[in-house]
Nanobody, 126 residues
Framework: QVQLVESGGGSVQAGGSLRLSCATF???????????MGWFRQAPGKEREGVAS????????YYAESVKGRFTISQDSAKNTAYLQMNSLKPEDTAMYYC????????????????WGKGTLVTISS
């Protein structure tokens, strides 16, 4: 089993920045077997959407068109932590942000993820 714990959400004005963190806890064997991790978000009344993801080791990264050039996904393997640096934030980025991990697939879609964090709220004011 693997537990994911997000942090770093908050309220900022448009144009500001936030860095989200996703700490991974669990049995080393299970953590090392993770194939990819991703950040997802869900705004009120909308479906959960993929924001950014990477294969373990950052061999390949994915960004939704809406965040390309503004968000950067990264990881610190030594700390078992993934990050999402969010710059030039817009009001439409307001959502609950979730970290997720999977043993298979590409982590670009919410369907098929094996583990989810509880989320961290990001609110952007205009």
């Amino acid at each position: 089993q693997v537990q994911l714990v997000e942090s770093g959400g908050g309220s900022v004005q448009a144009g500001g920045s936030l860095r989200l963190s996703c700490a991974t806890f669990g049995v080393t064997y299970d953590i090392n077997a993770i194939n990819c991790m991703g950040w997802f978000r869900q705004a009120p009344g909308k479906e959960r959407e993929g924001v950014a993801s990477f294969y373990t080791g950052l061999s390949n990264t994915y960004y939704a068109e809406s965040v390309k050039g503004r968000f950067t996904i990264s990881q610190d393997s030594a700390k078992n932590t993934a990050y999402l640096q969010m710059n030039s934030l817009k009001p439409e980025d307001t959502a609950m942000y979730y970290c997720a991990a999977a043993y298979r697939g590409d982590c670009q879609r919410a369907y098929g993820m094996d583990y989810w964090g509880k989320g961290t709220l990001v609110t952007i004011s205009s």
